[in-house]
T-cell receptor, first 115, second 112 residues
């Protein structure tokens, strides 16, 4: 069965610090990976996705992620965080259940950026 | 382009009651998935509907059921509510077979 692990539950950074959030997955099929962000009081939004090709994926708002197949990892990075990046971040893997394409999420990482 | 909408925003029920949550899919999408997000957890897949039929289900009991209508909107019904059903319920729409899903704002259900 597929699973996603996010090891950092709560991260506190100062503005302009660099960010790396860990994500490891377990899935035997073709891997499709996602990072979603949930700002306070808002709905889940897609930050970036990896389907195939270049393992370094760039998303919105300056975020990027690197797919490392040998490590089953898809870590999220940002060189310099802003206060507005304070949010909950979820890593997810896509898989099939029957004919349904479903997402399996990690437990999330709460990022708090201080001024 | 209209995004995914859900109603109501918040709902309070008591144990044993039944609840219906509603979702309108994004324009052009024909598939709806429902997820439960408990406090401090990531969303968990409940089920998916396509062509008005359930075509995949997660690890949820039969008291969680759904409907999809010809206009692709959907309902999630939960019978015999339990305290542990308190959560944010998310609806996501997509095109059938697509790997990407678009989420609505969710309905916050509190069971007392």
């Amino acid at each position: 069965a597929q699973s996603v692990s996010q090891h950092n539950h709560h991260v506190i950074l100062s503005e302009a610090a660099s960010l790396e959030l860990g994500c490891n997955y377990s899935y035997g099929g073709t891997v499709n990976l996602f990072w979603y962000v949930q700002y306070p009081g808002q709905h889940l939004q897609l930050l970036l996705k990896y389907f195939s090709g270049d393992p370094l994926v760039k998303g919105i708002k300056g975020f990027e992620a690197e797919f490392i197949k040998s490590k089953f990892s898809f870590n999220l990075r940002k060189p310099s965080v802003q206060w507005s990046d304070t949010a909950e971040y979820f890593c997810a893997v896509n898989s099939l259940t029957g004919t349904a394409s479903k997402l399996t999420f990690g437990t999330g990482t709460r990022l708090q950026v201080t001024l | 382009e209209t995004g995914v909408t859900q109603s109501p925003t918040h709902l309070i029920k008591t144990r044993g009651q039944q609840v219906t949550l509603r979702c309108s899919s994004q324009s052009g999408h024909n598939t709806v998935s429902w997820y439960q997000q408990a406090l401090g957890q990531g969303p968990q897949f409940i089920f998916q509907y396509y062509r008005e039929e359930e075509n995949g289900r997660g690890n949820f009991p039969p008291r969680f059921s759904g409907l999809q209508f010809p206009n692709y909107s959907s309902e999630l019904n939960v019978n015999a509510l339990e305290l542990d059903d308190s959560a944010l319920y998310l609806c996501a729409s997509s095109l059938f077979g697509s790997r990407e899903q678009f989420f609505g704002p969710g309905t916050r259900l509190t069971v007392l």
